[in-house]
């Protein structure tokens, strides 16, 4: 495909980045002697997304996932599979304009799903049986920058970790890289 995006179930492209990515992954693991219990997906924005739709479609491959604005898409709220139980670290600003941290429903193209953040974070913490969302407000670490966090973990069922940095003013943005404000 000649899009510049992964195709993380979005249906832009033709392209089988899942395929792809999962024949590389266990590449790694027969010839370079890659963990095959530490092959975990992360990525930022519709590399978050291609995150999600890997450990939803191929959970025999993809142990866990980490994203920065990057948000399950519709087929895989539908579609994904969260068992076995694996480990899902989401950061995302609740002011981003790309990817809404609220629930979205009526957005507008494939980058667009429904859930919000919250909401993919109880799908996987449901599905590890964790009954208990704790959450910490951490200080504002950069004065002036407007910008603060609240950490979530959900526990009470798998030792499983669920866990989502929120942060409060952030814009979709990587915190800390290329000028953006570092909280």
């Known amino acids: 495909s000649l899009l510049p995006y992964w195709n993380a179930h979005l249906f832009l492209t033709p392209a089988d980045d ?19 219990a530490c092959t975990y997906a992360t990525g930022a924005s519709n590399g978050g997304m291609m995150s999600y739709a890997l450990i ?4 025999d491959v993809w142990r866990g996932m980490a ?13 994904g599979h969260a068992e076995p139980a694996r480990p899902v670290f989401h950061i995302h600003g609740n002011a981003d ?12 193209g494939p980058w667009t799903g429904g859930w919000g953040v919250m ?19 951490l200080e504002d670490a950069i004065e002036g920058d407007n910008l603060t966090e609240t950490v979530f ?3 009470g069922g798998t030792d499983t970790p669920v866990v989502h940095h929120r942060v409060n003013g952030g814009g979709h943005d990587w915190w800390g890289a290329y000028g953006a404000p570092s909280e």
């Open 18 to 36: 899942v395929g792809f990515l999962t024949a590389l992954a266990q590449h790694l693991q027969s010839t370079e002697g890659c963990d095959e």
């Open 56 to 59: 939803c479609e191929r959970p």
């Open 67 to 79: 994203t920065v604005g990057g948000v399950m898409s519709a087929y895989d709220q539908q579609n």
């Open 97 to 108: 304009a790309a990817m809404p941290y609220d629930s979205y429903e009526g957005g507008q």
């Open 119 to 137: 909401d993919m974070m109880s799908f996987w913490a449901d599905a590890h049986g964790h009954d208990t969302v704790d959450s910490l407000q």
């Open 153 to 155: 973990s959900w526990t």
